[in-house]
């Protein structure tokens, strides 16, 4: 609403933002996990609350500052997280998923830590897809996810899009300099339901949260 000014742009929109990585425990002592820093996601949380917005954050382990105004819901495994993405789901109208959701987790969490000995293999089980249970529980909401990518950048981002029932994927070209987990600049790419695209260039990870919140919000007032 205009009248409220730029501080309220997103006044009443509830929202649920994840960010980080999982771990996901092998023994009291080791665990699988991924570079990703949160700082993609908490700048998202963080922009949005900033403009009004009602903001649960769901974070897996990092190193980062809660941003003022957010609830934080801290999380460890991909199981963890999807139950509090789930509860959290039904009051949403807009969930951004920034989290990078471990694919795999030990099939067995081992009570003792384990011993060294000859060759080893440790079999591993799928975690559940939270961003692809959230596309066929889809209702209202608008649902957007990420895509980091090392190869074919639009037909594996593309792909994600339409498979999880998600109405805007954020793309990012790992491959480029000042894109990706630890910088605190991206590039993406931006592609919609609807068939079309939106590069944007080379900036600062708060910069890239306020033009997905864009671009995002703009999709809820056209449903
Ligand atoms: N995602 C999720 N739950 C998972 C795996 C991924 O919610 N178990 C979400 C991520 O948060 C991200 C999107 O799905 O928003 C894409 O994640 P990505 O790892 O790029 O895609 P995957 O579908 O896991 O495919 P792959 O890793 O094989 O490329
Ligand atoms: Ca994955």
Redesign the pocket.
């Known amino acids: 609403c205009a009248l409220l000014g730029p501080k309220n742009k997103y006044q009443g929109l509830h929202m649920v933002v994840?960010a980080g990585p999982t771990q996901e425990p092998l023994d009291p002592v080791r665990y699988f996990t991924n570079h990703s820093s949160g700082k993609m996601g908490f700048a998202i949380a963080r922009a949005a609350a900033e403009q009004g917005a009602d903001v649960t954050l769901v974070s897996g382990p990092v190193n980062l500052t809660p941003p003022p105004g957010v609830e934080l819901i801290r999380v460890t495994t991909?199981e963890e997280m999807y139950r509090a993405v789930m509860d959290a789901y039904p009051k949403a109208d807009l969930v951004i998923?920034?989290?990078?959701?471990a694919?795999y987790r030990p099939a067995t969490v081992h009570g003792q830590k384990m011993k060294k000995g000859g060759e080893m293999a440790i079999p591993l089980v799928r975690?559940?897809?939270?961003?692809a249970e959230l596309g066929k529980k889809k209702e209202n909401q608008i649902l957007v996810?990420?895509?980091?990518e090392t190869e074919n950048l639009q037909e594996?981002a593309t792909g994600?899009l339409d498979r999880?029932n998600l109405d805007m994927i954020v793309a990012n070209d790992l491959t480029m300099a000042g894109a990706g987990f630890k910088a605190d600049t991206n590039i993406v790419r931006l592609y919609f339901r609807d068939g079309t695209e939106k590069e944007l260039p080379l900036m600062t990870k708060d910069e890239v949260a306020r033009q997905i919140l864009h671009e995002a919000t703009q999709l809820l007032t056209k449903q």
Do not use: R, S
Request: aromatic residues 4%; charged residues 25%; glycine residues 4%.
């Open positions: 994840t991909a998923k920034a989290a990078a959701v694919d975690n559940p897809d939270i961003l996810g990420f895509a980091a594996n994600k999880k």
